[in-house]
């Protein structure tokens, strides 16, 4: 699926400005009903009859504006406030008739589905309680040569979270699962990955939903990364490890604030004389074990030496950033808007 891309930058938190615009299509025509929000949020609204859109959030983040309307390529912008008003003039969308080859692996659409959903949802109970509401859009391939399953589609995949009380609708832009051989079990899956855009839209404010998002912020990532940047570690926060042995954070995290982010430089450790499954031991290394709250256990390996963190925990670099143990088991079902902010702060 094509799309107009203007750069990919990292969410951060600035202050609040309105986002206001016009969509057209190329006869000048107004176009209704396209949805126009910001990436990751709950934020975004839909034209009017003249086409004309405001966003409004308490804050401002540097995240993507998404324009989409069905029949028209997407429009992404990385920079959503740097100009006072949008004009967006849709293009349509060129029919390609795709030639679908299909090739025997061995593997049901069953099978592949349920590898899907526990890779892409997750197997916590979040990510179980999760429905993806149209799965006959999803296509997979099975790379038999290199052990590498693939999952692609030409709409978002549009999620329901019952236990969060959102619905997602994700644009689904790469997606694979690494094996050392030919498996499709989760139990023999060496390395996962999935990457795209969302909107968030809160179906359900209720206490069930409230009480739950917090019990997904707390010991997730964005949560940890919060953490190093607050220097707030402890027994009921996380408490870090460098092997079996805790350490003091301060010698291994160095954090200074950079305009409305905070650079953190990594110290290393030692590194192992072999590869751990598909994270190679080159270049920079350190690897740290995690304990949230004494019973949540965690591990980290950071293959950068520097990275940046916003306010709302949000990293860069998340490709060179990996976790394993609870919180590499958080997927979307364990997701939350960026523009979550929990009522409840441990200390």
């Keep these: 699926m ?50 004309l859109f405001e966003i409004y959030s308490k804050n401002k983040f540097n995240t993507l504006l998404i324009v989409r309307f069905l029949g028209y390529e ?11 008003f949008y004009n967006f003039i849709l293009t ?28 892409f949802l997750g197997t916590t109970k979040y990510g179980k309680a999760c429905k993806i509401l149209n799965e006959d859009d999803i296509d997979f391939n099975y790379d038999l040569e290199r052990f590498v399953f693939t999952a692609s589609s030409s709409v978002p995949i549009k999620v329901e979270n019952p236990l969060l009380g959102y619905t997602i609708d994700f644009d689904l832009q790469e997606f694979y699962v690494k094996f050392n051989f030919k498996a499709i079990q989760s139990i023999h899956v060496i390395q996962s990955m999935y990457l795209g855009t969302a909107k968030y839209t809160e179906v359900s404010s209720d206490e069930k939903a409230i009480k739950n998002r917090s019990d997904v912020y707390f010991g997730s990532s964005p949560h940890f990364f919060k953490n190093i940047i607050d ?17 003091n954070a301060a010698n291994f995290f160095k954090v200074i604030k950079s305009g409305d982010l ?6 290393p450790t030692i590194k192992p004389e072999f590869n751990i499954g598909s994270i190679k031991n080159d270049g920079f290394y350190a690897d740290f074990n995690l304990l949230y709250n004494k019973k949540r256990q965690s591990r980290v390996i950071f293959k950068t030496e520097t ?25 979307v079902g364990n997701t939350l808007p960026l523009n979550f902010e929990p009522e409840v702060v441990l200390k």
């Design 2 to 51: 094509n799309k107009i891309l203007i750069s990919l930058l990292f969410p951060i938190l600035v202050f609040s400005q309105n986002i206001k615009g016009k969509i057209t299509n190329s006869n000048n025509e107004p176009i209704a009903g396209a949805s126009v929000y910001l990436d990751g949020t709950t934020i975004g609204t839909s034209t009017d009859s003249e086409g």
């Design 74 to 84: 997407d429009v992404i912008i990385a920079n959503p406030y740097e100009k006072e």
């Design 92 to 119: 349509p969308k060129t029919d390609v008739i795709e030639t679908v080859v299909i090739v025997k692996d061995g593997f049901t659409r069953k099978q592949k589905l349920q590898l899907f959903r526990e890779q």
């Design 231 to 247: 220097s707030s570690w402890s027994a009921k926060n996380f408490i870090l490890f460098e092997g079996k042995f805790s350490v």
């Design 262 to 267: 905070y650079e953190v430089t990594v110290s």
């Design 307 to 331: 990275f940046f963190i916003d306010s709302f925990g949000n990293n860069t670099h998340r490709d060179q950033i990996i976790f394993g143990g609870d919180i590499g088991q958080q997927k």
